[in-house]
Structure formats: C-alpha cells, structure tokens
C-alpha cells in the first residue's frame, strides 16, 4: 500500500521560507517521478516543481510562478521529497501536495498521478 505523508506547512510571513517534506512508503521511490502540486478552494490542484529519478540525474521542472524562490529536491535513503520555499508571497497560500508517479516527462496535469498525499496548509501573511 502507497503512502505519501507530507508534512511542514505552517502561517508565516511574507517574503519569509519554508520547507516541506514527504516521506513515501509502499514504492520503490527511487523509481518515481515526485511532485509537489497546491491548491486553493474553489480552484483546480495546479503544478509547483516536479523532480525525476534520481538515476537518470534528477531533472528538476518547476511552475513559471514559483521559479527562483522554490527548489525541489529529493533524498533516496530516507524515500523522501522536500520543496524548499523562499521569499514566499502570500499568492503562495494554499494546501500542497506531494504527489508520486512513473510517467517521464513529468506530468504537468494533476490528474496523471497515481499517488497523492494528504496535503499540508501553507499560509502566507502579507
């Protein structure tokens, strides 16, 4: 069985950092392209970063609204992917996922991925 856990959302302020993490079990993670994707309410689950496995070198992607201030990143040993976000504005705020799938490219349409966390809160004050 595929888990996905994400963890280290949290308020902070603007022009402030964070970093989130998801551990994954139940998958050889090495194998998998992982994600991170948000979403706020009444709106679709929009890609963040994805970063592919890591043997054919890791190739990160990132969204036009997110690149220079996000870096995703990933530790095979501990089967965990982070997203290390910096200079966080508060169009930022919303509940992120991670997100797992075999698909190369990595898909930029959420409904292409198998596997889904349960999210985490981002909330950015202004």
């Known amino acids: 069985q595929v888990q996905l856990a994400e963890s280290g959302g949290k308020l902070v302020q603007a022009g402030g950092s964070l970093r989130l993490s998801c551990t994954a079990s139940?998958?050889?993670?090495?194998?998998?392209?992982m994600a991170w994707f948000r979403q706020t309410p009444g709106k679709e689950r929009e890609f963040v970063a994805a970063?592919?496995?890591?043997?054919?070198?890791?190739?990160?992607y990132y969204a036009d609204s997110v690149k220079g201030r996000f870096t995703i990143s990933r530790d095979n040993a501990e089967n965990t992917v982070f997203l290390q976000m910096n200079s966080l504005k508060p169009e930022d705020t919303a509940e992120y996922y991670c997100?797992?799938?075999?698909?190369?490219?990595?898909?930029?349409?959420?409904?292409?991925?198998?596997?889904w966390g349960q999210g985490t809160q981002v909330t950015v004050s202004s």
């Open positions: 997100a797992a799938d075999l698909e190369m490219p990595p898909p930029r349409q959420y409904r292409q991925y198998d596997y």
């Open positions: 139940g998958l050889t993670f090495s194998l998998y392209t």
């Open positions: 970063i592919t496995r890591s043997w054919i070198g890791g190739t990160t």
